[in-house]
């Protein structure tokens, strides 16, 4: 059954649509279940379960068959969210009969619910005519079949909800939050260059150029080809010199280069045109049973990817961006967004990646709107469409009403007025009402992050990402580069204290130049222990740090995802190296303070000892939480258990704290929890000498602290403390929040209800 389970999920992903992915999995589950019956019921927008396909029902029942949640016993499969195997179908309370489907011949049943993202998409049933038991197998099968079909079924859902817009109501697109504030504007795909999977879908204006410059592309790869060929050509043998002139046979006139010609002539992009037909092949061939041909799928892909390379370099750098571009793809990088020229970026949504990657970091600390995680996005076929993105609730909307956009344009302008507000506060102290105190500090890493973080009143940085602008460059940055890049930093803040991270690359940051690949990236090559490996990497970001402190002194430096007491102090080698190199080539500097971050369990756990070797400790409760609950920040699937104010990640904070202040070390906190108005009240309770947060909570954060006293901040810690789930945090959050006020600060918007 492995092998029909297969092959009929390869047939199923090359199916151009729903409906051609119904068929086949009705007649193919049928025949590999040797039953009379297989149908599938998909849920309609009112929530009802229809038939939507079957091979052995009467035909004339598809569309007909409608039955409501908990209704006979396919809506019983539905509701009960568990598989029903009935030997005897009649004889189940629940049995109903409908003539149009001429079911009454059929006595045993077996229907399993098909479910994507916990939602219940629709029920896949097999029957037959005698009594039969369907065995733990059969049931095993089903149960596989309709897990793989689900994302399928959603995917198809959502891409086919999409062409109906125009009519209909505007289409919804769940993700993750990334960072806060909507925004109404036009969308711009990004895709990185030769991706052939994010190609935008485009129509070209003028075909005779279209063409001309589709065939221009494919001489350059032929050349490119032959050219590859004769340089090895005394090292290939004869199969893989078959295998080049089987390339330059693809590229020909009657091969794939036919099928894309007749695309463009109908008016299609000659990039857009070229993938799809590529996709196709790859797709088939991926789909044969005998194992050489199957492997020529990626001899397809490969030139596919060459020839787009091309088709998109000329397009690549005279992209437009309008006035209110909308980002949007499927793994967006830094660069990506430096791309955008200044001013026009208004939102971003990421097919993938979860509101703790690094993007949505990014995203917030430059406050632009984001969605993460948005997986049934058909975002290829987007370019240009105008879209509103939610980012406070997760949501995207394409084509939207005008009613939705005059409601999204009523909270767009209740945040302008918010903001205002608050600009009031940039010059007023961070304190409670008892004039307790706690250090406002910003987490930067672009150069525009400093300008905004000194306009919003930031008395310090606690976390500069070093590697930020190493990931905007092509190639690691020279001493000197980074000297002045660091020297820019030190100077804007100044005589403010700067906290440069070392280097932070792997989990899901790399530099285009430096690739990690590796299956487990979060729990693999990453931080100090990439750096530690490249002492040279190390030491010439340490000596680039402390020259460009010289005469400024305001220099602090911070070592990430330490785990183990050896790497500080092999790091501390390093770094006492560098300075007595410095001062002997006659640099006037002084040894900055070292911290390290606590940012893993390990680390927690040996606070103590931490703390007593180093100047300061930083908890980077981002990976903290990642590593506490084993939930990948990333990771959109379990985005929902990602729970920063869980009780244990709060029961590490406050013990971190208290082991830090007994040794006399201050410790701050630089993950984004710092930047959550209500959590930051928590945090101060807890004795967080430094919130470091993007630039873009700041003033919320100050309002919230200047808000209440220090004896209600600890109470409502207190209070949380002794609650058993982060649900239940939340609530009593939400309420202290309420009661007070301070909602529309700490959860804008939270209580309209636009969803429909
Ligand atoms: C953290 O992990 O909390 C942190 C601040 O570092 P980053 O988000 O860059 O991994
Ligand atoms: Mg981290």
Redesign the pocket.
Known sequence: MLGALRSIVQEVNVAPDLNSVLHIIVARVKTAMTTEVCSVYLRNSMREFVLMATDGLNQSAVGQVVLALNEGLVGSVAAREEPLNLEDAESHPKFQYFPETGEERYRSFLGVPIIHQRQVLGVLVVQQREKRKFDEGEEAFLITMSAQLAAVIAHAEATGALRGIGQKAEARFLGVPGASGVSIGRCVVSSPLADLNSVPHTMCMAVEEELAFFQDCLSEVRKDVRRLASELENRLNKEERILFDAYIGMLDDTSLGKEVTERISSGFGAAYAWSEVILEHVKTFSSMSDPYLRERASDVRDLGSRVLAYLQEATHHDRVYPDNTILVGEDLSASVLADVPQGRLKAIVSTRGSS?S?IA?LARSMGIPTVMGAVDLPFTRLDGRELIVDGYRGTVYIDPSDSLKARYQEILDDDVKLNEELESLKDLPSETQDHHRVALWV?TGLVADAMISIGRGAEGVG?Y?TEIPFMLRDRFPSEEEQRQTYREQLKAFAPHPVTMRTL?IG?DKSLPYFPIEEDNPFLGWRGIRVTLDHPEIFLSQVRAMLKASEGLNNLRIML?MVSNISELEIAQMLLYRAYDELREEGHDIEMPPLGV?I?VPAAVFQTQEFASRVDFLSV?????TQYLLAVDRNNPRVADLYHSLHPAVLRALVYVVQESHRQGVPVSI???LAGDPAAALLLMAMGFDVLSMSASNLLKVKSVIRSVTMRQAEELLAEVMSLPDAESINRCIDVAFRQTGLSRIARPHSEIKLDH
């Open positions: 703790n690094h970091i987490n976390l990402r932070d989990g990430p971050m940012e980077g409760s981002n990976d903290l630089c993950g984004e």
